[in-house]
Every structure is written in C-alpha cells, then in structure tokens.
C-alpha cells in the first residue's frame, strides 16, 4: 500500500493558463474524490468518481474545471483560464465502496496552487 | 440526509489538561462517524471512525471517542493534551462525500 500520491506538490503559473493535476489512488480503491482546501478552511468537495464514472461534481466546480478517470484508475483535474482565486490546496482521497457504505477516505497530500 | 455539526471552532487547552472536541449528528439511521485531523503543513488523516461495532472507538496519538445514540453525539476526547496535539480536526459522517465544515482549531496552551 503506497497511499494516495499527488503530482505536482506545487504549482506555480500566471493568471490565464492551463494546470493539470494528477492523483494516484491506492489501487485497489474503487472511489476517488477531489477537494480544495482555502488558508483557514476545511476542505471543499469537488467532484468524486466510483471506477471511471464521475458521480457527482458540486457547484464551485464552474465550467473551467474538468475531471476525469478514464480508466478507473488515476483521474487528472485540469484547470482552465486560471484565475488568482483558483490559488488554493487540492487535495485527492481515495476510498473503497463495498455495498453503500464508503470506507474511510485516505488523503493525497495535496497540490499547492499558486496563481500569480 | 445525515447531518453533522462541530460545536465550536476553537478549543485551547493547557498541556496536561482534558481534551473534548464536540460532535453531533442528526440521522434515523445508523451513521457511520468519522474524525479526521490535519497538523499544521501536513495531509488529512483519519483519527477514528465509528462504524457500529463498538460505541467507544479508540484511534490514533491517545484519542477516543464514544458514540452516544441518546445524545446524537460523537465527541472526542484525549486525557491529556500535549502540545502536539495542536491541529485543525473535523467532525463527519459519510456514505459519499466528506463535507468538512470549518473544523475545529485546537490549541494546546504550555
């Protein structure tokens, strides 16, 4: 078990560009979430996917956030036409689904998000 | 739908002292509990999870927790606060996503 990895741990970039980040799960965990965490705040749920399908995607993910998993393995979180209120913590979990009860949510360490 | 509410958003305590962070749910089913806890500059990690096979639940660096039917509750307490327990922790209870809320800053007075 090699836990929950998240790449980059940070990222830099200018207002208007394109960033991409990668969460690997651990593997054998069907459920995969993404949050976003603000300075003093919990973190925000963003979308999560059991195996490829993306389930549920909540309202701060505005159009210019996309999600995938297409393969029910690794997912990516692209951010488009960044903006400086996009500088945050992302943070990936990954959990097993047996029947309707999740199990514990394990965390990525996060990308730090620097919007310049 | 299952709701979970942190009573308070600071707690500070002196090294030594009790620790009791508050918890509670509002659900007509049992409610799988969760306490999760972020150290300064570090990930979420869970503390303890409650899952209906014991009421008392331990879990990591010393905590516990009881899980309460009659009260709705799920507090979770240390004996003795040492100064590393100094986190941000957070109540949930979950059959999807988390939804963490603010949590609940601990401090830990020397």
Not at chain 2, 39 to 62: D, E, F
Not at chain 2, 82 to 87: G, Q, V
Request: charged share 20%; net charge positive; with cysteine.
């Amino acid at each position: 078990d090699t836990g929950v990895s998240q790449d980059p741990r940070h990222k830099i970039t200018k207002r208007g560009q394109n960033v991409t980040f990668r969460c690997d799960p651990i593997s054998e965990h069907n459920r995969l979430y993404w949050y976003r965490q603000t300075l003093g705040q919990g973190p925000e749920f963003l979308t999560y996917f059991q195996n490829e399908a993306q389930l549920e995607k909540s309202r701060l993910l505005s159009d210019r956030f996309s999600a995938e998993r297409p393969k029910g393995s690794f997912s990516t979180l692209e951010i488009q036409r960044t903006e400086q209120g996009d500088s945050a913590m992302y943070l990936c979990a990954s959990s097993l689904q047996r029947g309707w009860v999740a199990d514990t949510q394990y965390f990525g360490p996060g990308t730090r998000l620097t919007v310049l | 739908a299952q709701s979970v509410t942190q009573l308070g958003s600071h707690v500070s305590v002196s090294e030594g002292a009790l620790v009791l962070l508050r918890c509670n749910y509002s659900s007509s089913v049992p409610p799988y509990l969760f306490w999760y806890v972020q150290y300064p500059n570090q990930g979420l990690q869970l503390l303890l999870k409650y899952t209906s096979a014991a009421t008392l639940v331990k879990g990591i660096n010393g905590f516990e927790a009881e899980f309460k039917k009659s009260e709705t509750s799920f507090h979770l307490t240390k004996p003795s606060a040492h100064m590393s327990d100094a986190a941000e922790y957070f109540c949930d209870g979950a059959n999807s996503k988390l939804t963490f809320g603010k949590g609940i800053t601990l401090s830990v007075r020397p």
